[in-house]
């Protein structure tokens, strides 16, 4: 079955809590995936992206909105009739099956004759690098291996589109980006769209063309990782993506995008992503201070902490005026030590104060 | 040493109240009255009034346990979900459990009785004017002992299924499974062990009826069970030996029956039925 989009055209789930009130889980979900395209839903634990891959699935009805594959509107029909591969968080093998018979499994159910069954088997084991297990049940298999299993499963059937939830979060950190080179190349190979959920910023940026960022069931920003990484749209989706400085200050210049914001001797010259008045906030990534003189946003403070990492440490640094600030310094930086830090303008992010 | 203690007072619970009595009567049951050893078994299998109850028995039982099961596990498999009015069909299927036999013969009586509910019902309305007889019979013990079976193999099925990981359903779903494929490739086979166990289970307990049979049956024909040879011998004839013999017979019967399923549950599936590493 081939295709040249999927389009979500406003898709919402609501569900009932125990109380009876209305939750809205997803949102007016409305983005066009074109073939080969590998997308990323991302967000933390309940921002609703496991709800958005359920309902394209077909696992959860829509309360509103439809699904389109082409002219095909698929959001009627049930997930047996979609065909879209999906691979689940806890892999969901069929324990009482051998690797053989698991993977084997949707193209029995598609009346695939028994032939050509067993030769897209071998070959979907030899993607994932699987030959010499087929007879072993899941029980007798690794993390890594099932979840291997979990991909050749969604995979053989040819789908249009394959869905991922979380698909990573079960394995240990090596593993993990293993797997992970794994999935871009086998994504590669088949040159199908990918939908693939995920609440680690590292694992969307690395694999994803596009990353849809997802806060409380609403879509915050659809873009490029690139994109994502250095201009969020907003706070929310610059906290999710390692803005970890987050600072309430207030307006003292505004032309344009270029901003002068500051309080209490701090004075920083930043980029303001959308219109601020008075009161703004200032996002800044760890990473993006440095310890080389500059002649603007210089910053004294005194080093309160540090946890070694390596290459480098992560410090935390107290301003004179008594800011915590989160800066990512050489490895020589020392407790107690005075240093004076500076960040270019283009990093410092100023988004309007929340209306509190 | 520390364990050990920790299994004394379950070892002497069974020693004292399974063990004893089950080999006292074993004994027992070799010293018949008069004649040698084997005498009692001789005279149960040679007496076609003794040996008939085990037809009559195993004829009751084993379409009650098909009954129990084969009911009950559609509707536990609907139930599988949790939602709202899960817990009221539940406990609604549930209530019969706490009945007990006596009270389910009382009712029966009143309602299927040759003058019950039912009858006049169904006469009233002209749908059916013969007699209706449903109770003093084969069919009244059959239905009495449906009735209080199956609230029991009802809940082991729906315990077992609900055990099953239902994202397998769901996975299953992606694959293109329709809902009976679902049943048939993934729930059945995790299941098939679980289902060999109520079957076991319900069938032990259909196979030692005894109250249903004399108050909704016909004890002096077609419901006479074996319990009740076993009860005449002890407490008509007075012949302990006898009745014990008849005991021993009974659950050798019950014990075959749950040898051959078992045996048959070897060749399934017995894993884990969760779908991941969890």
Known sequence: MSFNELQLKGVSRHFANPAGARVLALSELTVTVPRGEFVALLGPSGCGKTTALNCIAGLLPL?????????????????????????????????????????????????????????????????????????????????????????????????????????????????????????????????????????????????????????????????????????????????????????????????????????????????????????????????????????????????????????????????????????????????????????????????????? | MGTFILIVPAVIFMLLFFIYPFLYGLVLSFQPAQGDWLANYAKFFADSHLWRTLNTTFNLALPVTIINVALALPIAFRMRHKSRYQRWVTTILVVPITLGTVLIAEGMLAYLGPKGWLSQALQFVHLYDGPIRLTHNYWGVLLSLVISGFPFAFLLILSYITGIDPVLERAAATLGASPWNRFRHIYLPLLAPGLAITFCLAFVQAFSVFPSAVLVGAPAGSTRVISLAAYEAAFEQYDYPMASAVAMIMGFAQLAVVVAVLALRRGFYRGPVAGGKG
């Open chain 1, 63 to 356: 309360s509103s909105g439809s699904i389109w594959l082409d002219e095909l509107r698929i959001d009627v029909l049930p997930s047996e009739k979609r065909g879209f591969g999906m691979v689940f968080q806890n892999y969901a093998l069929f324990p009482h099956m051998t690797v053989r018979r698991n993977v084997g499994f949707g193209l029995r159910m598609r009346g695939v004759a028994t032939a050509q069954a067993e030769r897209r088997v071998t070959r979907a084991l030899e993607l994932v690098q699987l030959t010499g297990h087929e007879d072993k049940l899941p029980g007798q298999l690794s993390g890594g291996q099932q979840q291997r299993v979990a991909l050749a499963r969604a995979i053989v059937i040819e789908p249009p589109l394959v869905l991922m939830d979380e698909p990573l979060s079960n394995l240990d950190a090596k593993l993990r980006l293993e797997m992970r080179a794994e999935i871009r190349r086998i994504h590669r190979e088949l040159g199908r769209a990918t939908i693939y959920v995920t609440h680690d910023q590292d694992e969307a940026l690395s694999l994803a063309d596009r990353i849809i960022v997802m806060q409380d069931g609403v879509v915050q920003q659809i873009a490029v990782p690139a994109e994502i990484y250095a201009q969020p749209a907003n706070l929310d989706v610059a906290r999710f993506m390692g803005y970890r400085n987050v600072l309430e200050l207030d307006v003292m210049q505004a032309s344009g995008s270029a901003v002068v914001v500051g309080r209490d001797g701090l004075r920083l010259e930043g980029v303001a992503k959308q219109p601020v008045r008075r009161r703004a906030v200032a996002a800044i990534r760890p990473e993006d201070f440095m310890v080389e003189e500059s002649t603007v946003n210089l910053i004294d403070g005194r080093i309160e902490a540090v946890e070694y990492c390596g290459r480098d440490s992560l410090v935390d640094v107290r301003t004179a005026s008594g800011v915590l600030l989160h800066a990512r310094m050489p490895a020589s930086a020392a407790l107690g030590e005075a240093v004076r830090i500076s960040v270019p303008p283009e990093r410092v992010l100023v988004y309007p104060a929340a209306a509190a």
